[in-house]
């Protein structure tokens, strides 16, 4: 079993033009930053992502609308992108908004071997156009179909060769469920340790859901909304 | 005079009861955790994945990986516990949050409510809020009574397009704190100096004044 490869260029080597890909994080928290260069360098196009954001201009996803390289964004909130706004009013980028918990569950569905599920988010909006409504114990939900991505492409606190992940405070987000929904899961790590190094009762992404591991490097971690209190005065 | 923002964060917070669970929304919403009442222990959940959110990191402290749902750098307090999105949201659709305090463009007078997208302008996106509003067992909308052309954002029906149907509980304006009944809006209290005539010309929805009405009161 041999899941570590080199550098995220290698990771990534077969994502060709019109691949869908789902990519882990939470605004620009917990974010694949090493693949998302790579897949810059790669000019790969035409590129269905699935990620709760969309990045901001000049970071995280932001870099690949940049270079015109997603056809469509699945995502639950787009703000914050000028670019990504220029290209959705022009008709370069289309975009399908689904509510964050729906798109959580769609991502766990797809790990979990569900073809979908039952959600009352969007129930009575624009939300459930077109889709199937059923009512279980006077309540109705819509049904959501699980997602299927080509690649699932997720940032780990840790992981070992085997590919088990942990992941630290809120850049887990979307990654586990992300990791577990890919036909071909790629994990980018801070630090990459030996089998037996990480306690199997802390493991948050069993290995068996992991295919490629590679430890990143140059880790900007950019923050968006920096906010602070003022210290207390020292004694 | 009208309640500030500062007074809707504080009479919301009187709503909290020890031991709850509360997802506080962007905005009016997040000031409510400047108010909690003291002997009330309550636990805020972000749904980025946090249960125990505390204040905002001391400055050279902030830490990357500990945002909340507005991206905000935050701390977490002793007892916290992190998990993943779908878990976030399966205990919100679980109901086992005990309140969602969010703010609103519109609230109709039989709960429904529009906050996430203007015709005509930029879709930002839901985000969390139409799963939030749709499985939450307590809704309490924070927000000005009135647009900014002075028109009443407590309607007969919402214009904008829903985020969800039926689901508000209460709302606390700026001009007074409102219960959403199956007779539509009921006023219980009024804002210091507003009067139930200003009440009754800016709410466009069906209102009822409850017997009981009185001036809230801010220490």
């Avoid at chain 2, 919100?92 to 409510?113: F, H, P």
């Amino acid at each position: 079993m041999n899941k570590v490869v080199a550098n995220a260029d290698e990771a990534i080597k077969d994502i060709e033009s019109g691949a869908v890909i789902m990519l882990g994080g939470f605004g620009l928290c917990g974010i694949p930053e090493n693949c998302i260069t790579a897949l810059v360098r790669k000019k790969v196009d035409n590129l269905t992502c699935i990620s709760n954001n969309a990045g901001v201009d000049d970071f995280g996803i932001g870099l690949m609308l940049q270079q015109k390289q997603v056809k469509k964004m699945i995502s639950s909130y787009v703000g914050e992108n000028a670019e990504f706004e220029r290209q959705l009013l022009s008709g370069e980028l289309e975009v399908e908004l689904v509510p964050q918990g729906t798109l959580a569950t769609r991502c766990m569905a797809a790990g979990y071997g569900m073809p979908a599920i039952f959600t009352p988010a969007g129930v009575g909006t624009e939300v459930a156009n077109g889709k199937e409504v059923r009512n279980f114990n006077g309540k109705d939900y819509l049904m959501e179909y699980a997602f299927d991505a080509d690649f699932a492409i997720v940032k780990a606190w840790k992981g070992d060769t085997m590919g088990n992940l942990m992941y630290k405070d809120t850049a887990r987000n979307f990654n586990p469920m992300m990791a577990m929904a890919g036909k071909i899961t790629i994990a980018e790590v801070e630090e990459l340790v030996q089998p037996g190094e990480l306690d199997p009762n802390f493991i948050h992404t069993p290995g068996i859901y992991v295919h490629r591991i590679f430890q990143g490097k140059d880790y900007e971690k950019r923050i968006e909304q920096r906010t602070t209190r003022k210290s207390p005065p020292t004694p | 005079m009208p309640l500030n923002k500062e007074q809707i964060a504080q009479r919301i917070a009187r709503e909290l009861q020890d031991g709850f669970y509360v997802n506080l929304g962007i905005g009016i919403p997040t000031l409510v955790a400047n108010y909690i009442p003291e002997g009330v222990n309550v636990v805020l959940q972000s749904e980025n994945g946090l249960l125990g959110m505390g204040p905002f990191p001391f400055e050279g402290e902030e830490d990357a990986d500990m945002i909340n749902a507005g991206k905000q750098t935050i701390t977490k307090l002793p007892g916290s516990s992190i998990f993943d999105s779908a878990m976030s949201f399966g205990m919100i659709r679980a109901g086992k949050v005990n309140l969602t305090v969010l703010g609103a463009m519109e609230v109709s007078e039989n709960g429904d409510i529009a906050n996430w997208k203007i015709p005509g302008k930029m879709v930002k996106g839901m985000g969390g809020a139409m799963d939030l509003v749709a499985s939450a067992r307590n809704i309490i909308v924070a927000m000005q009574h009135t647009n900014p052309k002075g028109e009443s954002k407590l309607l007969p029906n919402c214009t904008l397009p829903l985020t969800g149907v039926k689901c508000v509980k209460k709302i606390v304006s700026d001009l007074g704190v409102f219960d959403v009944t199956p007779d539509g809006f009921r006023c219980i209290e009024y804002a210091p100096g507003v009067t139930i005539e200003e009440i009754k010309a800016k709410t466009a929805g069906r209102l009822t004044i409850a017997d009981d009405v009185k001036e809230m009161i801010f220490n």
